[in-house]
């Protein structure tokens, strides 16, 4: 018998941040579409290790997404 050969996964702290790309200073509640990538269907913020987003915007994205369903945009988490 043959074993498959296995693909090595690739490593997640090489994906680049794509605010850093863009030199993002401030992730606003109201732009939904900046936002939506980063929140899965039920409305939870995507972990940092899925998205590669660094720690500075992933803490801005926290507080921007929170903003946002306080002010009814999106949704509470399901």
């Not at 702290?13 to 732009?31: G, S």
Request: proline share 5%.
């Amino acid at each position: 018998m043959h074993k498959k050969q296995q693909e090595k996964r690739t490593d997640p702290r090489a994906k680049k941040c794509p605010f850093c790309d863009k030199e993002v200073k401030y992730i606003d509640w109201k732009d939904y579409p900046t936002m939506k990538p980063f929140v899965d269907y039920f409305g939870n913020i995507m972990k940092r290790y899925y998205t590669g987003i660094c720690l500075k915007h992933q803490k801005m994205l926290k507080t921007s997404v929170e903003r946002a369903r306080f002010m009814g945009m999106l949704s509470y988490r399901k």
